[in-house]
């Protein structure tokens, strides 16, 4: 009896020291951890880069337009944006002006057109600088145009990738700051929200100069920034969340109408999430809820929240209940049912089946896990996913797949993931490392897939079908790096990103994470 006694405790030593021994140390838990957290970021910058770099000068959507308004951004200037022939005309370069319209809608053509000399100005009405609100009129804000106007120069392709790559640095910027600011048990939220909703749409509009790119990088930071900035522990993090909420909310409303519109959203979901019977909170809520007057002034005195229909007959309002059926349609499409650019893009089922299979396994997941606070702001998200376009397009009397674009609502759909992922917490969310292989590797495919396609289309045009970028290529910029190189680069950065973000998820299991400490609206009411 004795021996067997005496046997026991050293079994549970030996055990336990075993235990111990297959546990990672903390020191090299960190180090790890660390080096994750550098290259997310880097690798995802390197990732959209190549993305700025697949298609040509004119290539997002009504890029003619953007381009004419981002240089009379900031005015009148000499040799770039000169007074026309009205006051609702400007003379811009002809060869922004021309810079799409050689394969604009045609899947086939490249862009080797030739353009006009950049000395050669042409008049237009074309441009945000048009006060008419016709078709080619104004509507858009003018902080975007602005700021892009001030990298516009004689050398259009240089400014351009300039641009597109100031945008990456914005979007990837932006999230890191955030990502360090968050508490762990918050921090998921960003990196899965994220990822799971930026393939193919997101990958092209950020690194492009598409004012859409930036209602985007809003959508993805504001709420959550917010967010933070109710919950933090200290004024220094405080001070840090609302000057990140601050810049995504200046974006937003500083690029599109409808941006502007879902910062509204961003700030009201924020609210419901973690609002307290305090004075304390009351006091907080003061800035974000005069930036929604702001935004909603903005938004009422913009030409652009008054659409006018292009390329179809308005439709009798007895055919309007079609577009409850048919909405769905314009869901999916930010995964890729609908094509890129000017939608002459065809993705592939390979992008769009795995990216949505993503998005709605990660957001069913969430089901299980609602609180009645994330219940009331996901159904809140959702309704204006719902009211919105259908609201848009009950007044224009128009049916599903004209006027309204996914890209329009992509945004919501990047606050939707994130709301719906709120009650987990931990960088893991609630995934086992299979679950996180699978996401990673079904997202890796598909952005793959999307970028070469991207890259096909313009190398070559549609009629050519090659794995190897390199062969027939009509079109490609004038740099001593070949298209199919900066495919493998950005594959494998984004694929490189994605697992940064599942090692922080995997080694979130060796850390301790509290939930969040902030009580929610009735306090314990609505848990």
């Known amino acids: 009896m004795s021996v067997a006694s005496d046997s026991h405790p050293v079994t549970t030593t030996e055990n336990r020291f075993s235990a111990e021994a297959a546990q990672p140390s903390s020191r090299r838990v960190r180090m790890i951890r660390i080096i994750a957290a550098v290259i997310a970021p880097v690798m995802l910058a390197v990732a959209l880069g190549t993305w700025a770099l697949a298609s040509p000068v004119g290539s997002s959507p009504d890029e003619d337009f953007h381009l004419n308004s981002i240089w009379c951004g900031n005015g009148i200037r000499q040799g770039l944006c000169e007074a026309g022939a009205t006051d609702q005309s400007r003379s811009v370069p002809s060869a922004l ?60 392709t240089t400014s351009v990738i300039v641009m597109r790559l100031l945008n990456v640095l914005i979007y990837v910027g932006l999230i890191t700051a955030l990502g360090l ?9 960003l990196l899965w929200s994220i990822p799971i909703t930026i393939v193919p749409f997101g990958m092209f509009l950020i690194p492009s100069i598409n004012p859409s790119g930036w209602g985007l990088i809003s959508a993805s930071t504001l709420w959550l920034a917010l967010v933070g900035y109710f919950e933090a522990d200290s004024t220094r993090r405080r001070i840090g969340f609302g ?31 973690t609002a307290q019977r305090t004075r304390r909170f009351v006091l907080l809520s003061i800035p974000p809820l005069l930036s929604i007057i702001v935004a909603i002034v903005i938004f009422l005195q913009l030409g652009q929240n ?73 159904l809140g998200t959702g309704f204006f996913l719902v ?10 009397h128009l049916l599903v797949g004209t006027l309204i674009q996914p890209r329009y609502l992509l945004p919501l759909l990047i606050i939707l993931a994130g709301v719906m992922l709120f009650s987990w917490t931990g960088e893991s969310v609630g995934l086992s490392r299979a679950q996180i292989a699978v996401v990673v590797a079904m997202l890796a495919i598909a952005n793959t897939v999307a970028l070469h396609v991207n890259m096909r289309r313009y190398l070559t045009g549609t009629d050519t079908i090659s794995l190897n970028l390199n062969s027939q290529v009509e079109w490609w910029w004038a740099i001593p790096v070949s298209p199919l190189t900066v495919w493998v680069v950005g594959t494998l950065t984004f694929a490189l990103s994605l697992a940064a ?25 609505l848990r």
């Open 97 to 156: 002006h021309e810079s799409s319209h050689c394969f604009a809608g045609k899947p086939t053509q490249t862009p080797t057109c030739l353009l006009s000399p950049y000395e050669k100005f042409v008049d237009t009405t074309r441009g945000n600088f048009n006060n008419s609100n016709e078709v080619s009129g104004s509507g858009y804000p003018t902080l975007y145009y602005a700021v892009m106007g001030l990298i516009a120069s004689k050398h259009v």
């Open 501 to 525: 973000i599942a090692t922080l998820a995997f080694t979130d299991r060796y850390r301790r994470v509290a939930p969040p400490q902030s009580q929610g609206l009735l306090s314990e009411q």
């Open 306 to 378: 008054d659409p006018t229909a292009r390329g179809s007959e308005p439709r009798p309002n007895s055919e309007m209940f079609l577009n409850f059926f048919r909405l769905p349609e314009l869901w999916a499409g930010s995964f890729g049912t609908w094509g890129l650019g000017w939608l002459d893009t065809t993705l592939p089922g390979t992008v769009w089946a795995l990216a949505f299979l993503v998005f709605a396994g990660m957001t069913f997941r969430a089901f299980g896990r609602f609180s009645r606070r994330t219940l009331l702001a996901t």
């Open 181 to 189: 600011l968050l508490s762990p048990a918050r921090r998921g939220i």
């Open 387 to 396: 009211a919105i376009p259908l609201a848009v397009l009950f007044r224009n």
């Open 243 to 273: 000057a990140i909420a601050l810049a995504a909310y200046a974006i937003g409303v500083g690029a599109r109408a409808d941006a502007g519109a879902y910062a509204v959203v961003a700030i009201v979901i924020a609210i419901i999430l």
